[in-house]
């Protein structure tokens, strides 16, 4: 056993690498798309450290060119989840006995493992294939942000560690030691976000918890490689378990297991109220009340007032609505734009989205690439036909769709004279911005008018020069946004800088990126000493009638 009081390295947040024209990286990024393009992976299960293959398989596609198959996937059926959960529950009691600081590093190394050539360029170029990112979104993503987990992550979980209860005078230890939950985490990810995918179970597992990954069916081959990062790292055979598959076949089985000791989500929003739902109605079976920390949809916004800078506020919306598709639950979805800027505003808008590229992210001169499946882009096209049969709405640029190659979806900007019009209200994950009118004389009123339209409270943005202006938004959206940009557009929270996360029907805001996040995954246990215990039950009170 080593004697040593350890300190994990103070973090700072990873570069992020520009891949300009001519640059070492691109070169080495570019090489790997080629490589990983010209062969179909095998994907299996992996439960244990052991590869298993069901036969019942799924395909990996690209979104851009969805006849280009990445890789086979096996999906997991009820008799690998039972197996993933008694493996799990096996690989616990060693995991949880291990110094922190052994598990802090492994999670170092994987952090370390990312910033090199091949880890990195082989994460950034799965999720520009599979999830259709341009090179500076997958940076920021599979590469920054998941290194920054790593390593803040580790740190946040010293500083867990280093709280400790007071002491009285003399005659006593009091102790606090953070057990890790009993039983085993289900981490359910999304599509949109490697770093996610890859800080879900991991955040648990590095408080001492064994998990179950079930990567979203759209992202598998992103995921499948985070696990072999995860296992070159050092992660050991049994503590994360790789299990893709449907939601049914492998959350029904998760849910019924009495060992469920929480639930660690990002999603949408019925997904995960039904498993909240769930885990209500059978409560009475589990071992411990599952911890459930979710992140869920947003219906986020840009609030401009009249003082605010229209070049400031057309950058913010190009960015903020339309990077990545829209597929962010940070996105900017909905905007509240005075009348005396609207027409200069609108010209600006108009002006920039007739530049912005759409295409292969192969072609790093594009700014937005395909939409993730044919489910999506039915859905996007299906809100963009209701706007374009509607009379109290109208599609200033864009509104054309195409998934002969790729699902594409120009970028779309709507204005509508109804505040309360179905794309000002609803989620719709993509690449559709509706803003809405007023009166500059009713800024407050619309103010509140933000605030009661969607039921979500992620992110939201002000923009203004006047500072009473932007101290009145701040104080009447105090709950709308669990992250409020001044000033910025309402995406690209950093690890250390903006924890992650938000209320109302958007989650838990447990906060990822964050020591928040991790004290969920702990169950504290007091430990009191007594150095002098008493030899007489009497007190002093007791010696006079």
Same mark, same amino acid.
């Given at each position: 056993?080593?004697?040593?009081?350890?300190?994990?390295?103070?973090?700072?947040?990873?570069?992020?690498?520009?891949?300009?024209?001519?640059?070492?990286?691109?070169?080495?990024?570019?090489?790997?798309?080629?490589?990983?393009?010209?062969?179909?992976?095998?994907?299996?299960?992996?439960?244990?450290?052991?590869?298993?293959?069901?036969?019942?398989?799924?395909?990996?596609?690209?979104?851009?060119?969805?006849?280009?198959?990445?890789?086979?996937?096996?999906?997991?059926?009820?008799?690998?989840?039972?197996?993933?959960?008694?493996?799990?529950?096996?690989?616990?009691?060693?995991?949880?006995?291990?110094?922190?600081?052994?598990?802090?590093?492994?999670?170092?190394?994987?952090?370390?493992?990312?910033?090199?050539?091949?880890?990195?360029?082989?994460?950034?170029?799965?999720?520009?294939?599979?999830?259709?990112?341009?090179?500076?979104?997958?940076?920021?993503?599979?590469?920054?942000?998941?290194?920054?987990?790593?390593?803040?992550?580790?740190?946040?979980?010293?500083?867990?560690?280093?709280?400790?209860?007071?002491?009285?005078?003399?005659?006593?230890?009091?102790?606090?030691?953070?057990?890790?939950?009993?039983?085993?985490?289900?981490?359910?990810?999304?599509?949109?976000?490697?770093?996610?995918?890859?800080?879900?179970?991991?955040?648990?597992?590095?408080?001492?918890?064994?998990?179950?990954?079930?990567?979203?069916?759209?992202?598998?081959?992103?995921?499948?490689?985070?696990?072999?990062?995860?296992?070159?790292?050092?992660?050991?055979?049994?503590?994360?378990?790789?299990?893709?598959?449907?939601?049914?076949?492998?959350?029904?089985?998760?849910?019924?297991?009495?060992?469920?000791?929480?639930?660690?989500?990002?999603?949408?929003?019925?997904?995960?109220?039904?498993?909240?739902?769930?885990?209500?109605?059978?409560?009475?079976?589990?071992? *411990?009340?599952?911890?459930?920390?979710?992140?869920?949809?947003?219906?986020?916004?840009?609030?401009?007032?009249?003082?605010?800078?229209?070049?400031?506020?057309?950058?913010?919306?190009?960015?903020?609505?339309?990077?990545?598709?829209?597929?962010?639950?940070?996105?900017?979805?909905?905007?509240?734009?005075?009348? *005396?800027?609207?027409?200069?505003?609108?010209?600006?808008?108009?002006?920039?989205?007739?530049?912005?590229?759409?295409?292969?992210?192969?072609?790093?001169?594009?700014?937005?690439?395909?939409?993730?499946?044919?489910?999506?882009?039915?859905?996007? *096209?299906?809100?963009?036909?209701?706007?374009?049969?509607?009379?109290?709405?109208?599609?200033?640029?864009?509104?054309?769709?195409?998934?002969?190659?790729?699902?594409?979806?120009?970028?779309?900007?709507?204005?509508?004279?109804?505040?309360?019009?179905?794309?000002?209200?609803?989620?719709?994950?993509?690449?559709?911005?509706?803003?809405?009118?007023?009166?500059?004389?009713?800024?407050?009123?619309?103010?509140?008018?933000?605030?009661?339209?969607?039921?979500?409270?992620?992110?939201?943005?002000?923009?203004?020069?006047?500072?009473?202006?932007?101290?009145?938004?701040?104080?009447?959206?105090?709950?709308?946004?669990?992250?409020?940009?001044?000033?910025?557009?309402?995406?690209?929270?950093?690890?250390?800088?903006?924890?992650?996360?938000?209320?109302?029907?958007?989650?838990?805001?447990?906060?990822?990126? *964050?020591?928040?996040?991790?004290?969920?995954?702990?169950?504290?246990?007091?430990?009191?000493?007594?150095?002098?215990?008493?030899?007489?039950?009497?007190?002093?009170?007791?010696?006079?009638?």
């Amino acid at each position: 056993m080593s004697n040593g009081i350890f300190s994990v390295p103070f973090p700072s947040n990873d570069p992020i690498r520009s891949y300009a024209p001519g640059s070492r990286d691109k070169e080495i990024l570019k090489k790997r798309m080629v490589e990983l393009k010209s062969q179909v992976l095998d994907i299996p299960i992996i439960i244990g450290g052991k590869e298993i293959r069901t036969g019942n398989t799924d395909k990996c596609v690209m979104p851009h060119n969805h006849k280009h198959v990445l890789g086979n996937y096996h999906k997991a059926s009820k008799v690998e989840v039972d197996l993933a959960i008694e493996t799990a529950l096996k690989a616990r009691d060693a995991w949880a006995e291990m110094a922190w600081n052994e598990r802090a590093a492994i999670f170092l190394k994987a952090a370390d493992l990312l910033t090199t050539d091949f880890w990195r360029s082989t994460l950034n170029a799965a999720t520009m294939l599979s999830q259709s990112k341009t090179a500076f979104q997958a940076e920021i993503d599979a590469a920054c942000e998941l290194v920054d987990f790593f390593r803040f992550n580790a740190y946040y979980a010293q500083q867990i560690y280093e709280e400790q209860p007071l002491h009285s005078p003399e005659g006593q230890w009091n102790r606090m030691e953070y057990r890790p939950l009993e039983g085993f985490v289900f981490a359910i990810a999304p599509f949109n976000f490697t770093s996610i995918a890859g800080n879900l179970p991991t955040s648990p597992a590095l408080m001492g918890n064994v998990v179950l990954m079930k990567p979203a069916s759209s992202a598998v081959y992103s995921g499948y490689w985070l696990m072999k990062l995860f296992m070159e790292a050092g992660v050991p055979d049994g503590v994360i378990n790789f299990v893709p598959g449907s939601g049914s076949q492998v959350g029904n089985p998760v849910m019924a297991s009495p060992h469920l000791a929480g639930i660690h989500f990002t999603g949408s929003t019925p997904v995960f109220q039904g498993m909240w739902r769930t885990i209500g109605n059978n409560i009475d079976k589990y071992k *411990s009340y599952p911890r459930i920390v979710g992140e869920t949809g947003g219906k986020d916004f840009i609030f401009v007032h009249k003082s605010a800078d229209v070049d400031v506020v057309a950058t913010a919306i190009v960015r903020g609505a339309f990077e990545f598709q829209g597929q962010k639950c940070s996105a900017a979805s909905r905007g509240y734009i005075p009348k *005396s800027m609207w027409n200069k505003l609108k010209g600006k808008l108009v002006s920039t989205l007739k530049t912005v590229k759409m295409g292969d992210p192969e072609d790093f001169t594009n700014f937005m690439n395909a939409v993730i499946d044919k489910g999506a882009f039915e859905t996007i *096209s299906g809100y963009i036909d209701y706007i374009k049969k509607a009379k109290d709405a109208e599609i200033v640029f864009g509104g054309n769709c195409d998934d002969s190659v790729g699902y594409f979806i120009e970028p779309t900007l709507v204005v509508t004279t109804n505040p309360n019009f179905k794309t000002m209200e609803e989620e719709i994950f993509g690449p559709v911005f509706t803003l809405f009118v007023y009166d500059d004389k009713k800024y407050k009123e619309t103010l509140n008018l933000c605030n009661e339209t969607s039921p979500y409270a992620l992110t939201g943005a002000i923009f203004a020069k006047d500072r009473n202006a932007v101290q009145l938004a701040n104080k009447i959206l105090v709950n709308a946004a669990g992250n409020f940009y001044i000033n910025d557009k309402p995406t690209g929270a950093v690890v250390g800088q903006q924890p992650f996360g938000g209320g109302r029907a958007s989650g838990t805001n447990d906060k990822a990126g *964050s020591y928040l996040n991790l004290i969920r995954w702990v169950s504290p246990r007091t430990i009191k000493e007594n150095f002098i215990p008493p030899t007489d039950f009497t007190y002093p009170f007791m010696g006079e009638k």
